[in-house]
């Protein structure tokens, strides 16, 4: 697991696939909060997630009935 602190920027945010378009909150430089990611681990990105665009913390899970 990531954790950045408000403002740290993503070091995997050029070539994270989770990063579509630079919409990821975790590679925003301006980014008034923490960002948790759990798609990195040990250093490595986990494949097969998926990231929603308006997911500011990194803690926002998808709900399905």
Do not use: H
């Amino acid at each position: 697991m990531l954790i950045l602190k408000e403002g740290q920027v993503c070091p995997f945010s050029q070539s994270c696939p989770y990063n579509d378009m630079n919409q990821c909150w975790g590679a925003k430089p301006n980014r008034p909060n923490t960002f948790t990611c759990e798609y990195v681990v040990n250093g490595k990105i986990l494949e097969g997630g998926f990231r929603l665009p308006s997911d500011k913390t990194g803690k926002m899970k998808i709900l399905q009935e």
